[in-house]
Each structure stands twice: as C-alpha cells, then as structure tokens.
C-alpha cells in the first residue's frame, strides 16, 4: 500500500491523526502524528463536541454581527460644538492656567493646547473627556440625523446616483 504522507510503497501501514485529519502512514512516517487506536474506545487527541447550547450561542452571536444595521436607526448623535476653541480658552483662562499648566494636567504637550484653542486640530474623544473633566466644560452637543430625501433608487440600498444631485 501507499503512504499518504510520503507517497513510498510499504508492507506496514498505521493509522495516524495528524493536525486532526487521519492518514494511512508507513512506519517512518508515523513519529510525526498520534496514533488513531487509542485504549478505552476514545481516539487519541480527540476533542469532545461542543454542547448545543454552546453552539446555539455561537449560531445566534453569529447572527447579530451578520444582521445589516441601519445608520439611522440612532435618531440623535453627539458632535463637537463649533465654537470649542473659545471654549476651552475661556475656561483655562478663568482658572488663571497658562497653557502649559492645562497641557501638564491633561498629561498633553502645550503645542497640543495651542493647536485646540487656535482650532487648527480637533480633539479625539479621549482627549475631549479629558479636557471636559479637567475644565468642567461640556464640549459636545446632540444633534440629530438628517435623513436623505428623494431621488432613491428601488432598492433598499444606497447607491452613487443617490448621492449625486441631478441638474
């Protein structure tokens, strides 16, 4: 018979499992897995099945990443105010902070405080929980979605002549 591994004729063939799959193996070839008649019935290095409720869980967390969500499902969104570079200056400058001072209490470097209350960056959320726990100022406001009108295709999705308006 053949060897599956190695392909050579041999008289002696065992049965291996290897990474889970089982082969019919020469005598040479059978060091690199476990052998498949293991003692009391069980195979050697089987593993059990999962319980049903294991994969009932697994089958219905599968579902609810795969469920298409829409985007505007969530009526009212939280955004950054317009005005949030007067808004932290004014703050820092009720305290009597210089921008160093707020910079080494937010664990920031002072070009950082500069560039917010200049308003050449934005701040990312952790940096905007930061400076509204720091200063004692709410930075954010709810806004809600505007939904698009008119022009829609059939179908349930969007699509770029959605998007483009038509003179």
Not at 37 to 60: D, F, N, Q, W
């Amino acid at each position: 018979m053949l060897c599956e591994m190695c392909g050579k004729q041999s008289d002696i063939i065992k049965t291996i499992s290897v990474e889970g799959t089982t082969l019919k193996v020469c005598k040479e070839c059978s060091r690199f897995g476990e052998s498949s008649e293991g003692k009391g019935g069980a195979k050697k290095g089987t593993v059990a099945a999962p319980s049903r409720t294991v994969v009932a869980e697994r089958l219905e967390a599968r579902e609810r990443r795969m469920r298409t969500r829409s985007i505007y499902a969530d009526e009212d969104t939280t955004d950054l105010v317009p005005e949030y570079p007067r808004l932290i200056r004014e703050a820092r400058m009720a305290r009597d902070w210089k921008q160093e001072d707020l910079a080494a209490k937010l664990n920031e470097r002072a070009s950082v405080i500069a560039k917010l209350e200049n308003g050449s960056i934005r701040p990312d959320d952790t940096l905007l929980k930061k400076l509204e726990h720091e200063l004692g100022i709410k930075l954010t406001e709810k806004v809600s979605v505007v939904k698009p009108e008119g022009g829609r295709s059939q179908g349930k999705a969007l699509t770029l002549g959605d998007m483009i308006k038509k003179k």
